[in-house]
């Protein structure tokens, strides 16, 4: 992703999150006709919505380790349910709020 998301601060909010989630969930497929700004949040990540399976999934996750300077607990997100957009976007912006319960820096 050599983009201008790549140098921008990336700040812990929300609005923050979900950008970077999109994007980084919309990179790792052809995105077809969807954009960040018009992906609902109630689309599926599976079988009638993005066709994100379990390992574009896990590519995502270690993109937005790098994007966001931290470390996701493999056991959170193992147990986590991820069938919507908003489902990854709610447990990534959980994690960044609270260290240690989902996710820690990186040093």
Known sequence: MNDALDSKPIEENATD???VVVKTLLSTKNAGDWNIESLPGATLLGSGGLEINSLPLLQVFVKLEGLLKLRFVDADVANANFTTV?????????ARSHHGVAASPVS
Do not use: G, P, Q
């Open 17 to 19: 999150t979900r950008y």
């Open 86 to 94: 908003d489902d990854l976007v709610h447990f990534v912006h959980n």
